[in-house]
């Protein structure tokens, strides 16, 4: 399974045939620290089930952290999995 991070779009992507799973990010600035929220996961009816949103939730934080940003969760998935 392959995650794919789109910063112009400020996404990470999972895609399958016609499928496609994202989480949602902005960036932004606080107290003068680079930041990043992130703010809204969807994975299909039809890939449910599978771990997508964790390798999505996985993929974001580890490029936030290697980016060495402030990680807030507006989504209650991320939020979770911090």
Do not use: K
Request: with cysteine.
């Amino acid at each position: 399974m392959q995650v794919e991070h789109r910063p112009q779009q400020c996404c990470f992507l999972y895609q399958t045939g016609l499928a496609e799973a994202r989480l949602d990010y902005r960036l932004l600035q606080i107290n003068g620290h680079h930041a990043v929220d992130f703010y809204h996961t969807f994975v299909p009816p039809e890939l449910r089930g599978h771990g997508i949103a964790a390798l999505l939730t996985q993929a974001a934080l580890a490029w936030a952290r290697q980016q060495q940003l402030q990680i807030h969760a507006s989504c209650s998935y991320v939020a979770r999995a911090l």
